[in-house]
């Protein structure tokens, strides 16, 4: 998968919008991202504090967030999987410390999952792609993301040089 910023043709968009019409809505995760941010920009070898922001808007009094990283990606600390209880119009903070190991193109996975009584409702994904080279590096959310078909697997470049996460370095 090659995750890059590119717009999409004017004729997709319309066969898309019309493609959809003819769709009911599908019910809307009641979580929503509504902030993703970095201390920094996530180039190889920096490690950085990584966090996100989450709105409810519905009652979820069991709630599991996980953060999901590739290989290429070490998070230092605990394990990022949080539970927590959010009430309708609340939102929560979440942030932990990473470092990208490899130069390339990663995606990241914030995922909710919701139960009520220790049973299983639902659960949802928000998408974030880091673009990470040793002097430049972006964070992407999911709506910002496009994906070729055609390659099945994250991309790195094509000579990595991977880190192991004793040489990543706070920088201030």
């Given at each position: 998968m090659r995750i890059s910023r590119q717009l999409i043709p004017g004729p997709m968009i319309s066969a898309l919008l019309v493609a959809l019409s003819a769709c009911t809505s599908a019910p809307r995760f009641p979580v929503l991202v509504d902030s993703v941010s970095a201390s920094q920009p996530p180039v190889v070898g920096r490690i950085i504090e990584f966090s996100f922001e989450l709105h409810a808007i519905k009652d979820e009094p069991e709630l599991?967030?996980?953060?999901?990283?590739?290989?290429?990606?070490?998070?230092?600390?605990?394990?990022?999987?949080?539970?927590?209880?959010?009430?309708?119009?609340?939102?929560?903070?979440?942030?932990?410390?990473?470092?990208?190991?490899?130069?390339?193109?990663?995606?990241?996975?914030?995922?909710?999952?919701?139960?009520?009584?220790?049973?299983?409702?639902?659960?949802?994904?928000?998408?974030?792609?880091?673009?990470s080279g040793q002097n430049d590096a972006e964070i992407l959310r999911e709506q910002e993301i496009t994906y070729n078909q055609r390659e099945q697997e994250q991309m790195p470049t094509p000579d990595p040089t991977r880190l192991d996460p004793e040489d990543c370095q706070r920088v201030r």
């Open positions: 599991v967030v996980s953060l999901i990283v590739p290989d290429q990606i070490h998070v230092f600390g605990d394990e990022p999987v949080w539970s927590i209880s959010l009430s309708k119009g609340e939102s929560a903070s979440f942030s932990t410390h990473l470092c990208v190991l490899q130069e390339g193109q990663w995606r990241m996975d914030i995922g909710m999952t919701s139960r009520r009584q220790g049973e299983f409702q639902y659960s949802g994904v928000e998408v974030i792609g880091i673009i």
